[in-house]
């Protein structure tokens, strides 16, 4: 029995089949899992739902995951992000980072992977959390 | 790094103690607290990454050996993991001393640019021409013609040797017809898709780029100047339509020391009408099943290989064939082999028949000495339209011979002409047309090979009993041992299991994929003139071909021995002939791909920063990525160790550990190491949550240690000796450190420095859940004895090490070991044995110089090792 993770992963992608199975993976291992099918989509989520990690494809139509990302940012700047891509070049892994996404992912992924990663950015979000409300922000 | 551990363990031990420590109030240890538990997150994903890295180099390394295939995928995959998450590891450092390092993004940057520009080199093409006549094609245009083209313009315009007219259509034109509708950039998404998977998905990967290459359209400039060039040849032959034959001639290709015989297409017999379909067969063809795996298992690089394509005027041959200018399977014959058989080459090349062999001695007459006339039952002949077409022998010709006597000596001096003018070995295709005029269709080096065979020395007939079969060519020299495995379909190819005896019918190129993953090769038909020998031998693979009724005589899974030299297959396992087993060549050893690798590892793996208590460890002086990583693994220690003293945080102090009686052992909790908080001074080993700390204490504690071993007189001497020349060795001068050791600990962290005698040995072990973050370093220097007797020992351990699993290496004498991405289970026991051997491998280097106690010390601690595993 996968233990229960408990907390809110968005996951965004344009691709309904990989969107679909990752959701299902992640949820049988116990996060709770939110899927929206482009950015537009994402936003009022992010508002309204409060996930503490997101997952976000890179290359979509319509509003791209780089400029998703900084609309999320600008709902709740605490939220981490991990941007998942199909471009391998390091100066695009670096300019992610660089931006502020957690991390990143090359797409295929590997699932174990993506829950470390998901796991890692909670316990930094809820670090960050801390220090800002002992800061008295 | 043990030395800097040390220090810093000193540090955190003692700094508590000081009597001047502020008291801090409430609120700002709970902001401590949180920044430490902040650091410490940060501090795991930067082991975490490192060790990502290290494992990275780590599989360079071993590419690096050249012992196995990689492709260019291999290298900038492995790249771009390092280069990222060493920008990971600078951010997660920057995390825990914020704006102490910066310097380290200059030299990221830096190393950065340097890989950057070695990945992206490739050869520009300064002429632009698209097309080529043969008549103006030489051996120094290889660049624009290929080496195929380039070698044959050289007979047709300096040795004037009659080769069909012509022209080429050039690199320069490869380069138009890719970059046009983004068709390179597609192909190479389609290879990074596949990925890791390339060799799963290959059938699928080759498909879906050949239809690429066939659905695009051939662009104008290319069309327009081929017909140019097609019209003039129609013209200088009174108008009339030319069949042409249409031929790969790419970089690399008929190259000295590789030659992807048949690995691409070449069309024969084609009318002018359909020519731009052949051609984009011919440039598809790059990318077939074949072609892929050669250029893989030789180590080529795709931006590197441009399709030129040969467009020559059909020959109508009555009799072709291939000529071997020398034995190419031994050197020290210099007669020549000439490979004749009815109709067209093809047939010689393809491996599909028995051809005739005729063996011409290199004197002035050029006396035939031998002649082979086989049953040739087949010939390929060209279609009165398009096409060509094998079809059975007629008129009993099968037995007669293919060559006249005049011909077969008009040949020999052709191929004595095309050596000289190359000045070595050549391996020439050839065609007689109805006139009899002889046309050279293609010109290669040859590479020729020693028989490893001691001859006749060798006493046979007491294997006598176990020959299945005798008799036939020997395609490929070298002897082989292994089972069986038939393939008579395409489908069987998949099912091909590594290392086995490949059995076909015919020598077909199409099994050329499965050469260099066999053992031995054994084909009913074929000579050793066909592309499967020429490959096999590049491979330096044994075969043995034209073994008549072979799939019929082996079974599968049955093992055989394949003795090629001697013409026989042996049931069984023939252990004596093996020892004449061919040493396997090195073929990625100075292959682009290779090249490649080894520039780029220079940037990466060399370490350059190598004592962190000089003044030269400094971020600047990072050269390359090990370097940086390297300092950040060190700085990111000793900011751990130091926040507390930093920020007069007693919380974070180290606990004498209390087992039994207090102990030399200092701990200190970087998180939930411990199962509760500690206030006094010690902590016992119950109040231990660390995982790797208590399986590396279990196999610590399992097997009390005898004591110092029994020591001769010469290890005696030999540390008196090193005592007068460091005085921290003799007892009475030691340091109040020397007998301490220290671990930092969390539940699934620890790290340990140590000294115990006169090694220093650090571990370090991340043990959770993660199994694909899991890893074990171990450390290893120094001793009483002399440098002989601490080498000995180091190797001792290594040898220890290696038999349990770890990766080990010695770099002067430190010893490195380390292992990864096992569970929990695996790494617990593995962390048991290190254990173990801090304790006792103590004071082991006093007896490495006699080697009755090497063993017994050996044979105890293995003994003792398997017992503490069994526990």
Known sequence: MEKQRGFKVLLVDDEDIFREATARQLTVRGFNVLTANCGEAALPLVQNENPEVVVLDQEMPGMHGSETFLEIKKINPLVEVIMLTGNTSVENAIELMQQGTFDYLMKPIDINELLYKIEDAYTRKKLNEEQQQDVGL | ?871
């Not at chain 2, 069309?267 to 990318?287: D, I, P």
């Open chain 2, 1 to 871: 790094m043990l030395k800097e551990l040390t220090t810093f363990f000193k540090k955190i031990v003692f700094w508590n103690q000081e009597p001047d420590s502020p008291v801090l109030e409430s609120a700002e240890v709970d902001a401590l607290r949180l920044t430490f538990k902040s650091r410490f997150h940060s501090f795991k994903l930067l082991l975490a990454t490192n060790s990502r890295i290290l494992e990275a180099m780590a599989d360079m390394e071993r590419a690096l050996q050249g012992n196995e295939s990689f492709s260019m995928a291999f290298v900038q995959a492995r790249c771009t993991s390092i280069s990222v998450n060493v920008f990971r590891m600078i951010k997660d450092m920057e995390n825990i001393a914020p704006g102490k390092y910066s310097a380290l993004r200059d030299s990221f940057v830096a190393i950065q640019r340097q890989i950057d520009a070695l990945l992206g080199q490739k050869k520009q093409l300064t002429d632009k021409r698209l097309v080529i006549p043969l008549t103006a094609v030489s051996s120094d245009m290889t660049d624009m013609v290929g080496g195929k083209m380039a070698n044959l313009g050289d007979v047709k315009n300096k040795l004037n040797m009659k080769v069909p007219d012509g022209f080429v259509i050039t690199a320069a034109a490869h380069e138009v017809f890719m970059s046009a509708d983004g068709l390179q950039k597609e192909i190479d998404r389609l290879f990074q898709v596949a990925g890791s998977d390339e060799d799963r998905n290959l059938d699928l990967v080759s498909s879906q780029i050949r239809q690429q290459i066939m659905s695009a359209e051939v662009p104008e400039s290319i069309y327009l100047a081929v017909v140019d060039a097609y019209t003039q040849m129609k013209l200088q032959n009174g108008g009339q339509e030319i069949r042409m034959a249409v031929r790969s001639s790419a970089h690399g290709e008929d190259a000295e020391n590789s030659t992807f015989a048949g690995q691409y297409r070449s069309e024969l017999n084609v009318g002018f009408s359909q020519f731009f379909y052949y051609y984009k067969q011919v440039m598809a063809s790059k990318y077939s099943v074949q072609a892929i795996t050669y250029k893989f298992n030789r180590g080529f690089r795709d931006e590197d290989i441009a399709m030129c394509v040969g467009c020559l005027a059909m020959v109508d041959a009555i009799a072709g064939g291939v000529i071997y200018t020398r034995n190419p399977l031994d050197t020290r014959d210099d007669a020549i082999y000439i490979n004749s058989t009815w109709g067209l080459p093809k047939a010689v090349v393809d491996g599909n028949d028995l051809c005739d062999l005729f063996v011409v001695s290199r004197d002035d007459a050029l006396t035939i000495q031998r002649r082979e006339v086989r049953e040739k039952g087949f010939q390929i002949v060209c279609y009165e339209d398009e096409g060509c077409i094998r079809t059975e022998t007629t008129g009993g010709r099968g037995n007669l011979p293919s060559l006249t006597d005049e011909q077969v000596q008009m040949l020999a001096d052709h191929a004595v002409r095309i050596e000289q003018y190359y000045e070595m070995p050549q391996d020439i295709e050839w065609a007689i047309d109805a006139g009899g005029n002889i046309s050279i269709l293609q010109s290669r080096p040859l590479q020729q090979m020693i028989s490893m065979m001691p001859g006749e020395d060798l006493n046979l007939q007491q294997f006598a009993p176990s020959l299945l079969v005798e008799g036939g060519i020997n395609a490929s020299p070298g002897v082989a041992c292994s089972t069986v495995f038939k393939v008579a379909k395409k489908v069987d190819i998949l099912q091909f299991p590594d290392g086995a005896v490949l059995v076909v019918e015919q020598a077909l190129p199409t099994w050329a994929p499965l050469v260099a993953r066999a053992a031995a090769v054994i084909s009913e038909q074929g000579g050793f003139a066909g592309h499967l020998a020429n490959v096999a031998r590049e491979f330096g693979i044994p075969a043995l071909f034209g073994v008549s009724g072979a799939m019929a005589l082996v079974h599968n899974g049955e093992t055989i021995t394949v003795a090629a030299d001697l013409g026989k297959v042996y049931r069984g396992c023939i252990a004596p002939l093996l020892e004449w087993k061919r040493p396997e060549p090195k073929l990625m050893m100075g292959s682009p791909v290779y090249e490649s690798l080894r520039e780029v590892s220079r940037h990466i793996i060399h370490l350059h920063l190598l004592d962190p208590e000089s003044r030269d460890f400094i971020p600047k002086n990072c050269q390359t990525f090990h370097d940086i990583t390297r300092f950040i693994h060190e700085k990111s220690v000793q900011e751990m160790f130091s926040f507390g003293k930093d920020h007069s945080f007693s919380e974070r102090s180290s606990k004498q550990l209390h087992y039994k009686v207090p102990m030399n052992w200092w701990i200190l909790n970087l998180d939930d190491g411990f199962v509760h908080e500690i206030k006094g001074k010690y902590v016992k080993l119950e109040d231990i949550a660390s995982i790797p700390m208590l399986a590396f204490w279990e196999g610590f504690a399992a097997i009390p240690w005898d004591g110092p071993p029994a020591m001769d007189g010469a290890g005696m001497t030999s540390i008196f000796f090193k005592s007068t020349m460091n005085p921290a060795l003799v007892p009475g001068l030691r340091s109040k450190y020397a007998d301490r050791n220290y671990f930092m600990v969390s539940k699934n962290y620890a790290t340990l420095s140590s000294r115990l005698g006169y090694h220093f040995s650090t571990m370090e072990a991340m043990v959770s859940e993660r199994s694909e973050e899991n890893y074990l370093g171990f450390k290893f220097k120094g001793g009483a004895a002399d440098f002989e007797r601490c080498m000995g020992r180091i190797h001792f351990i290594k040898e220890i090490l290696e038999r349990y699993g770890f990766r080990a290496v010695v770099n002067g004498d430190n010893l490195d070991a380390r292992m990864e991405g096992h569970d929990m289970d695996f790494m617990y026991s593995r962390l048991k044995i290190l254990g173990y051997l801090t304790l006792h491998t103590r004071q082991l280097d006093m007896i490495m110089g006699n080697s009755g106690l090497v063993s017994h010390y050996m044979a105890k601690l293995t003994k003792d090792i398997d017992l503490l595993l069994s526990m």
